[in-house]
């Protein structure tokens, strides 16, 4: 069902877009997927905006911080569902990762987040849900569909995750890629580990957000401003996917699945 009241340990929950500009990206992203904005106070002077879709919120976005490293583009942060951001924390450090920022309470007690580094050097966050439990639709046009970490070493990627949500895993091909790995809750794919398409790419978390058509989604988003990284192209028993970088520089992909 596209209606989502909680999520499971070891779910991708959530998505939220750090930008160098958040007007441009605010205007973007509205424009592609009909987003209305709520803003909500951060604390620090700062506004957090989040995306409503159907009445529910699929999405979050924000300016960089003013303490951002220099350079440091616009980006899609992913966020999995823990139940204790405490113990997980732990065991993310125990498993090799690096923890990037602490445990923490956002400050309007929607729930408490950290982020890590896994082993391979993906940066991912952790959501234990307080009165915000997450993306309250998903799989429809202009919310989260997919979520894919693609690294230089899957193996250890994967046995981080696993060692700190308790999810399993299965590898096996995707279209024309020989080596998928989903990630799995209660035997379910949640979400997917792949090998870095190219050299010199640092590892990195992915968001697919769901369309209606992807080639009409293309011509919009460039209509908006967006560059295209990789043009409509299918996956065979998948679904038809494009990869796209917003106005203010943050990449995501966009794809609709094969009907079933």
């Not at 920022?101 to 890590?116: E, K, S």
């Not at 896994?118 to 966050?125: V, W």
């Not at 799989?139 to 949500?165: C, H, I, K, L, R």
Request: net charge negative; charged share 15%.
């Amino acid at each position: 069902m596209p209606e989502v009241e909680s999520y499971k340990q070891g779910t991708p929950c959530w998505v939220d877009l750090s930008s160098t500009d958040i007007e441009v990206s605010k205007n973007f992203y509205s424009g592609l997927f009909g987003w209305e904005l709520d803003s909500m106070d951060a604390g620090q002077g700062m506004t957090y905006y989040m995306a409503k879709l159907q009445g529910r919120y699929v999405a979050g976005l924000m300016q960089q911080l003013p303490d951002a490293p220099a350079g440091m583009p616009s980006y899609w942060a992913n966020y999995i569902a823990v139940d204790s951001v405490d113990e997980a924390a732990e065991r993310a450090a125990a498993a090799g990762g690096t923890i990037v920022f602490p445990p923490d309470t956002v400050p309007n007690g929607g729930g408490r987040l950290f982020f890590a580094a896994d082993p391979t050097g993906a940066q991912i966050g952790f959501w234990e849900a307080g009165t915000h439990h997450g993306s309250g639709l998903v799989n429809v046009p202009g919310t989260m569909a997919w979520n894919e970490v693609q690294t230089s070493d899957v193996p250890t990627a994967v046995a981080f995750y696993e060692a700190v949500t308790g999810c399993s895993s299965s590898t096996a091909p995707a279209g024309d890629v020989e080596e998928y790995t989903s990630l799995l809750v209660d035997g379910e794919p949640v979400a997917g580990v792949m090998k870095l398409p190219g050299e010199g790419l640092p590892p990195f978390w992915m968001t697919y957000f769901n369309v209606a058509d992807v080639d009409a989604a293309v011509a919009q988003a460039v209509g908006l401003g967006s560059h295209v990284i990789a043009p409509a192209f299918d996956v065979p028993g998948i679904g038809r996917f494009a990869v796209l970088m917003d106005p203010a520089g943050a990449a995501f992909s966009i794809m609709k699945g094969v009907a079933t």
